[in-house]
């Protein structure tokens, strides 16, 4: 059976042009600390604290910048912020939960935001016609470890042309199957 790479996508930040500027400084540009498995996706230098309620976490922000402001925080993270987020898609934070960032120049008071992203697995279109599968189609992923075998369900299948086939969780779902780092998963339909 065919493999896919499973990625651990920790808590991060991705911010508008606008917000960038408020929380660095006008005309700052996002510095590129390590390429990412998506194509033109990078981890930069650049972090901010991210304050709830309850808590604050410093989080590094992904480039590049976005139409919107958006934080992608685990359960573990958003219970110790103090937040409600929902469980989405990402780019998908209408009515999600508010937060602040601050930055080194500036802070954003964020009406809505912060989401726990779905699982869910990137695909070129020749990814998607080999394993049979097509865009918004939920999967499970079986991944073989040590002790800690999973099947996780409810797995959207994300079919672009710009995207390198790679799965993603979060460090909640990292942790209970055992995983540290990267993995290997089989798509069950």
């Not at 920790?10 to 498995?37: C, I, P, W």
């Not at 937060?99 to 998607?128: F, Q, W, Y």
């Amino acid at each position: 059976m065919e493999k896919v790479l499973v990625e651990v996508s920790a808590r991060h930040v991705h911010v508008s042009n606008q917000d960038l500027e408020t929380l660095f400084g006008a005309g700052y540009a996002l510095t590129s600390k390590k390429e990412l498995s998506q194509p033109g996706q990078f981890a930069c230098e650049e972090k901010v604290a991210v304050v709830g309620p309850k808590g604050t976490i410093n989080m590094s922000i992904l480039g590049p910048t976005r139409k919107a402001t958006q934080i992608e925080v685990s359960y573990t993270d958003a219970r110790t912020l103090g937040v409600k987020a929902p469980l989405r898609e990402s780019g998908d934070i209408a009515g999600s939960a508010p937060i602040k960032l601050v930055g080194p120049n500036g802070e954003v008071e964020l009406t809505e935001g912060v989401i726990v992203a779905k699982r869910h697995i990137h695909m070129l279109p020749s990814d998607a016609e080999k394993y049979g599968v097509e865009n918004g189609q939920i999967v499970g992923v079986k991944i073989d470890t040590d002790g800690r075998s999973v099947v996780f369900g409810d797995t959207v299948v994300r079919v672009r042309d710009d995207f390198a086939l790679a799965m993603h969780i979060d460090t909640d779902e990292a942790n209970a199957a055992g995983i540290s780092g990267t993995a290997q998963g089989e798509i069950i339909k």
